[in-house]
Nanobody, 119 residues
Framework: QVQLQESGPGLVKPSQTLSLTCTVS??????????WSWIRQPPGKGLEWMGS???????YYSPSLRSHTSISRDTSKNQFSLQLSSVTPEDTAVYYC???????????WGQGTQVTVSS
């Protein structure tokens, strides 16, 4: 059973960089042909795919977030990470990491972590 766990600060100041890490257990992030994604849900809104990193290390980003999003991985720790720069209060959301056989469909999710952007 694959398990994912998000970690990172729950409060970030405007203009700073939001950094989250997803720790994966029960499966390797290099296993073909899985994609490891970040998805967020702002309060009162739907889920928004932010980007993914593939089993081969290739990255894919939402066009609307590409300019200030970066996803990376540490295969030695079986983790992948999200960095979102220049955050604003509109980036306040529950952030999820997930696994799927594509960047848009997911079979395992983390529990989610609340991130609030506020001064």
């Amino acid at each position: 059973q694959v398990q994912l766990q998000e970690s990172g600060p729950g409060l970030v100041k405007p203009s700073q960089t939001l950094s989250l890490t997803c720790t994966v257990s029960g499966g390797s992030i290099t296993t073909s042909y899985y994609y490891w994604s970040w998805i967020r849900q702002p309060p009162g809104k739907g889920l928004e795919w932010m980007g993914s990193i593939g089993y081969d290390g290739n990255t894919y980003y939402s066009p609307s977030l590409r300019s200030h999003t970066s996803i990376s991985r540490d295969t030695s720790k079986n983790q992948f990470s999200l960095q979102l720069s220049s955050v604003t209060p509109e980036d306040t959301a529950v952030y999820y990491c997930a696994r799927g056989e594509s960047t848009t469909e997911y079979d395992f999710w983390g529990q989610g972590t609340q991130v609030t952007v506020s001064s």
